[in-house]
Structures are given as structure tokens and as C-alpha cells.
């Protein structure tokens, strides 16, 4: 993942919006962006972000590149899509966030302690075991994201929650040790598998 | 009337003993009044949701949904897939999209499918449970089901995210959906005018990773519905409803409110609406009890 990131500075080196373009989804539309900042205005959770998108578009161009892969910023899309339907441009803002946020996980600059990050991991994990959610794993495995400690805290916080859950029938302990899933999972793994190596070559090319 | 068939996504919120199963029971109860069948596509798997592009990527993320895309192909040729999570809906329509349009994509996918045999070709309608309603059976068809009219009741529409954007309803705008306050209206309840946070985000998938922010935003959901009157709050959405119902201890804690707002689905008031039990509505699965449904399921 590192030798990845060198890679790309070394291919890259005067210009961080061409490397955005040609790596991260809906990277093109970057140049597109006019500054009113409408998106920044309409994101349910602006004022969270260290550089809203607008301000992520100006960093972009202004080769900013490890402020941007290293903020914590695009990882704070609540996935609203209030600055898609509203940004005259038309770009589509909310898949670049998630793009960005998934390109500096893969170059290994994300902030490792982000807790959208960690949960994105999570959930993304979680799903391919089974080929299905599983919430009660996804519950625990959150809970205690941030240590043994940390999630004892968490997790009696949460007990009137969860037996809340329990008793509308929201819920399943019997989840943790079997739990839903599909039948065909091994054919998903390798339908994921093939997709990564292609979008791994893809990039490596890119 | 000749039965509606559909290809239907029911996602992993709306299985068994599952965040979501109430709302499954209710649409089951709905569906069944209006002569609608679901054709469960064999073996779906995870959309992804909004939280899957960290790990998983494009390619991946997307071919998690051509891969149900490909089964409800297979298996239920010349339906239409119906989907009754806002997320679920949102990442199949959002890839059918995309390969409709983008030649290599398409290429790629098939590409990725065929790693377990199967091939998509993105030629179904994907489409929310909601539209089959609006724009298949209509206000006015719905509304002579009615047995037990919603009369009496004050009702804020929770339209949310991602039903309203970034694709939404037909006819209806970003900002001022009106869809929820007619079904409302039609099934002899009053919808809140002017509800103030009918398409504020609750957070999403960061109510996990950022409880903080989003109970902040969800207070104000629920705020806006006391304001207006309102008795209870109808969503189209699994997310909304748990991240609006089942917080609420929490903020009181924290903002001291004595809030207690049942949070219920569309498909909810429709299953009360049409004479079935409290069990067959769903309503066994509210945590803050809808007590006046359960007054009119007894009437």
C-alpha cells in the first residue's frame, strides 16, 4: 500500500488533480467545481469537516495532496446526497468524497483512528463473510473498535438499546454464532476477487 | 384486479429478527391487501449500503449489486426488482444506472460476475417500494382498502435522505417531497404541514461512528415533529426509522427532552389502515409503542 502511494507521487509529481482524475471515482469532475460553495452550505454535518468538499475541490487543485488524503474530512459524508441535487455543476459530489476517502485508504494515508473509517472496515468485512449483514457482529465489533476498555464503556451504555432490540424481536442473539447469510458466499468472494484485481490493475496503470 | 408481481430485494435489515423486520411484516401485510406479490430474488446478497466504498472500492461495491442484478435476471425474468430499503434501492438503481451508460463498466462486471457463473445485463426497472405504490396502484386505489380510517391522528411525514435524493420520486421535489402527506392523507390521517426536518439527514451509517453529530441532527428531527403537532413520525426508510426510534433514551439524557415519538413505516399505517392485526402491522416491533394504532386495531 505504501509502494503504492510512492508510486503515485513519483507518477504524479506536479500535478495531484490529474492524479485525482485518473485514480478516484468521479476524480474528472474536480475541475468542473466553481467555488460557490453550495455543497458545504447543504452538508448536514459542514461545520464537522476539517475542509468541506468546496475547500477539498480548491486543495485538489492547488496540489494540496497530503492535506487532503491525510483529512479526516471526506470521511464525515453522511452519504445525504443534499450536495448532488443541489450543485449547479452537476458533480457528483458525494461519490467524489467516498472516492477520495476510498483512494487514501488504499495509498494508506487515512487516519487510522477515524471512526467512519474503522466502522466502513467493518461493515465492509462483516458483509463479505456471509454475503449478508450481520448486525449483532457489526454491533459488537463497533463497540469495541477502540480497545477492551473503551468497549466495556460502549457496550453498557448501550445494553438498554440492545434490549430494546431484543424484546420487539429486533435482534437475535443466536446471530453471533450463526446468523444469516447466502448460500452461494464463495461465489461472491471470488466475484470481489476478480473485481479487485481488476480495478487493482486499473490503478496500478493508471 | 390481476395480481402485481415483482422481483423483490428485500435487504438485510428486513430478515428475520433483523433491525428491520417489523417493517417487512408490515409490507408483507400490504402487499397481501393490495394483491402485490414479492418474488424474493433467490440468495441476494449486501448492497453495501453507503459505507462500503472505504474497503470495497468501485468495482467491488458495485458488483455487489449486479450480482443480485444477475440472480433477479435469472430467476425472475420481465419483473421488476422493488426494493424497501432506501439503501438498498439507492445502490441497485445507482448501478443500473452506471452500467446502462458506461460500456467498459458493464465489461468490468460481467467481467467479475463470471467468477461465479453468472452475467448481468441491467435491463430491469429498479424501483422502491414507495413508486409500485404511487405510480402502480395509486392514492386513490389505496384509499378504498381503507377499513379503519387513521381519523383523529397527526402524522409528520419523514421523507429523509435517500429516497428523496439523489434519484427521488417521480413528480416530487428535493426539497418538498410531498408523497408521505398524501398516502397520510389518504388513509383518513392529518399529515404536518410544513414539517420542518422532512428531509434532514439523521446521520446514516455515522449514527454508529458519530453518535455525537448524528443525535444532535436527530433531536431536531424529532423536535420539529412536537412542533408541528404531530402524534407519531412515518419514514420510508429502515435507517431513519431505527436512528429516529431507538435513540431517544440517549438524547433525553443528554438535552433532558421527554421525548417518546413513535417512529413508524408508511407500510405500518397502511397494514393498521387496512384492518390487520397489531402483529400483522408490525407494530409488536415498536420499541416506543404506537398506542393509538394499537387503539385502532382493536376498534
Avoid at chain 1, 496540489?63 to 458533480?91: A, F, H, Q
Avoid at chain 1, 449483514?133 to 463497533?142: M, Q, R, Y
Avoid at chain 2, 458488483?63 to 420481465?78: D, H, I, T, V, Y
Wanted: net charge positive; hydrophobic share 40%.
Amino acid at each position: 500500500m505504501g509502494d503504492m502511494n510512492v508510486v503515485k507521487v513519483e507518477a504524479y509529481r506536479n500535478s495531484f488533480l490529474k492524479e485525482v482524475e485518473a485514480n478516484v471515482e468521479g476524480g474528472q469532475w474536480v475541475k468542473m467545481c466553481m467555488q460557490c460553495g453550495v455543497c458545504s452550505g447543504s452538508c448536514p454535518l459542514g461545520s464537522a469537516w476539517d475542509h468541506p468538499p468546496q475547500e477539498l475541490f480548491m486543495m485538489i487543485r492547488a496540489g494540496k495532496r497530503e492535506e487532503v488524503l491525510t483529512s479526516s474530512s471526506m470521511w464525515m459524508c453522511t452519504s445525504c446526497y443534499n450536495c448532488i441535487v443541489r450543485c449547479p455543476r452537476d458533480l457528483p459530489i458525494t461519490h467524489i468524497m467516498h472516492g477520495l476517502a476510498h483512494y487514501a485508504e488504499r495509498l494508506g494515508l487515512a487516519p487510522k483512528n477515524q471512526p467512519t473509517r474503522k466502522f466502513a472496515k467493518l461493515f465492509w468485512n462483516n458483509l463479505v463473510k456471509k454475503g449478508r449483514v450481520n448486525e449483532l457482529k457489526l454491533g459488537v465489533a463497533l463497540y469495541f473498535m477502540n480497545g477492551l476498555v473503551e468497549g466495556i464503556k460502549t457496550a453498557l451504555k448501550m445494553a438498554p438499546l440492545g434490549l430494546n432490540m431484543l424484546k420487539t424481536k429486533r435482534m437475535n442473539p443466536l446471530e453471533y454464532v450463526g446468523g444469516h447469510g447466502i448460500k452461494d458466499a464463495a461465489g461472491l468472494q471470488a466475484i470481489l476477487k476478480k473485481a479487485r484485481a481488476i480495478e487493482l490493475a486499473k490503478a496500478k496503470k493508471a | 384486479m390481476a395480481k402485481r408481481e415483482y422481483s423483490f430485494y428485500p435487504g438485510c435489515s428486513s430478515q428475520k429478527a433483523a433491525s428491520a423486520s417489523n417493517y417487512q411484516v408490515s409490507v408483507n401485510a400490504m402487499c397481501d391487501e393490495l394483491d402485490i406479490k414479492l418474488n424474493e430474488i433467490p440468495d441476494w446478497n449486501c448492497c453495501s449500503a453507503s459505507i462500503g466504498y472505504a474497503e470495497g472500492g468501485e468495482l467491488p461495491r458495485l458488483a455487489l449489486s449486479a450480482r443480485n442484478m444477475a440472480l433477479s435476471e435469472k430467476f425472475n425474468p420481465g419483473q421488476d426488482i422493488v426494493a424497501t430499503c432506501a439503501a438498498c434501492w439507492l445502490a441497485t438503481r445507482e448501478t443500473k444506472d452506471r452500467l446502462n451508460h458506461e460500456d467498459a463498466l458493464m465489461k468490468e462486471t460481467n467481467e467479475a460476475l463470471a467468477a461465479a457463473g453468472l452475467k448481468v445485463a441491467a435491463n430491469q426497472k429498479v424501483r422502491h417500494m414507495v413508486e409500485v405504490l404511487i405510480e402502480d396502484i395509486g392514492y386513490e386505489e389505496m384509499g378504498k382498502h381503507v377499513k379503519k380510517p387513521l381519523e383523529g391522528l397527526k402524522i409528520a411525514g419523514y421523507v429523509g435522505c435517500q429516497t428523496n435524493r439523489p434519484f427521488g420520486i417521480d413528480g416530487e421535489s428535493f426539497e418538498n417531497p410531498k408523497y408521505l402527506d398524501k398516502l397520510v392523507a389518504t388513509l383518513g390521517a392529518e399529515p404536518i404541514e410544513n414539517y420542518e426536518k422532512k428531509v434532514q439527514c439523521c446521520g446514516g451509517a455515522l449514527a454508529f461512528s458519530e453518535p455525537v453529530k448524528s443525535q444532535a441532527m436527530i433531536k431536531d428531527i424529532i423536535e420539529a415533529a412536537y412542533d408541528g403537532g404531530a402524534d407519531m413520525i412515518v419514514t420510508p426508510c429502515p435507517v431513519c426509522q431505527m436512528n429516529v426510534e431507538v435513540y431517544q433514551d440517549q438524547i433525553n439524557a443528554k438535552y433532558k427532552t421527554k421525548f417518546k415519538m413513535p417512529v413508524v413505516y408508511y407500510s405500518t399505517l397502511m397494514a393498521v389502515a387496512y384492518g390487520k392485526s397489531d402483529k400483522q402491522a408490525g407494530l409488536d416491533g415498536q420499541i416506543i409503542k404506537a398506542t393509538q394504532l394499537e387503539a385502532i386495531t382493536r376498534r
